[in-house]
């Protein structure tokens, strides 16, 4: 595991922080793009690759499907720039080697991401391979959010809180199996809206991040409740999963219930479901943020622990 309690090594960048918290809104703005492709059934409008309609720069007409598709692609072009630089700005001025990995992973899977999304048009949206694309959109924007994250003066200049030592289970483990849940989650969900699996595993799947995840942000507000860095993305996480449930309802009735036998995608279908991968996204998003914080709190307490038991005892603690 990382020891995010080096965050000190480095100084904080107010403009560097200013542009991954922008490379990161972008990435967000590209999972809605993403999600209004498939919502609108437009994956195919440009039917060719990494070219459209022949062109690497002249705008096709953007009539019916293909204003989603290439407006799509024209937004990942962007952010494939914005993540070089991110990248390349990461290594000349941050000190942490571990950001500079995690600023060449971002660069990797925007580059995979890319590879991907052309593989869905030339395989014509293969199930398992929109899947995927779908899948790293979420991974990736993660990694993001994670970057503009440990730039922040927050994060970089704060003191180092402290927390109790952990009970049992311990917290470090929930938050783990929660954001692991809820990245399965999300991949049924893809699953399901590429025609790859049916609604039921994607129920089961919901049901159980709705467990796991009152789980971990009611376990954290019991144990850490006066703990800001912990209770606020814990409060946040239980909005979202409540927000959720509610655009998942939603999107059941809208696209199950009132879509059948429909020509065209519903406006209503569209917008709820492009909320529920949006809000999705924030749900994963702030597990992981939450999980982040749970592993640099209990780390540090560690660390204060095993630092004070190997200090030597003063001479006047010992009765003679």
């Known amino acids: ?35 209004l492709v498939t919502s609108n059934d437009a994956g195919l409008s440009v039917p060719d690759w990494p070219t459209s309609f022949g ?23 962007w952010i494939g720039l914005l993540t070089i630089g991110v990248a ?37 949206l293969p199930p398992a391979i929109s899947t995927a694309h779908a899948t790293l959109a979420q991974t990736f924007f993660c990694i993001m959010v994670g970057i503009a994250f440990f730039t922040s003066r927050s994060w970089v200049e704060a003191p180092e809180p ?3 030592p952990d009970a049992y289970p311990r917290l470090t483990t929930i938050a783990t199996l929660t954001v692991i849940t809820v990245w399965l989650q999300l991949i049924l969900g893809a699953a ?37 860095q912990l209770a606020k993305p814990a409060v946040v996480l239980l909005i979202l999963l409540a927000v959720q449930i509610a655009l998942g ?30 809000c999705g996204a924030l749900v994963l998003v702030t597990s992981v943020v939450l999980t982040i914080q749970i592993n640099r709190h209990l780390e540090l307490s560690a660390v204060r622990n095993s630092t004070q038991d190997s200090a030597p005892i003063p001479r006047n603690s010992v009765r003679a």
């Open 1 to 35: 595991m990382t020891h995010f309690s080096n965050a000190s090594s480095t100084p904080f960048r107010r403009a560097h922080h200013l542009f991954c918290v922008v490379a990161a809104c972008f990435v967000f703005l590209l999972i809605i793009a993403g999600a």
């Open 55 to 77: 062109s690497l720069y002249r705008i096709p007409s953007l009539v019916g499907g293909v204003k989603f598709e290439h407006l799509h692609r024209m937004l990942a072009e």
């Open 88 to 124: 390349v700005s990461t290594q000349r001025l941050d000190r942490r080697r571990w950001m500079r990995i995690l600023g060449w992973s971002a660069l990797g899977t925007v580059i995979a991401q890319g590879i991907l999304g052309g593989l869905t048009v030339l395989f014509y």
């Open 162 to 164: 402290v927390v109790s």
């Open 192 to 228: 399901f809206r590429h025609s790859g699996i049916r609604l039921l595993p994607h129920i089961i799947g919901a049901a159980i991040v709705f467990c796991m995840v009152n789980w971990l942000a009611i376990t954290t507000l019991k144990r850490h409740r006066t703990t800001p």
């Open 249 to 278: 309802l939603a999107s059941f009735i809208t696209r199950v219930l009132w879509s059948q036998g429909a020509a065209t995608p519903m406006a209503s279908m569209v917008a709820a479901t492009v909320a529920h991968v949006a």
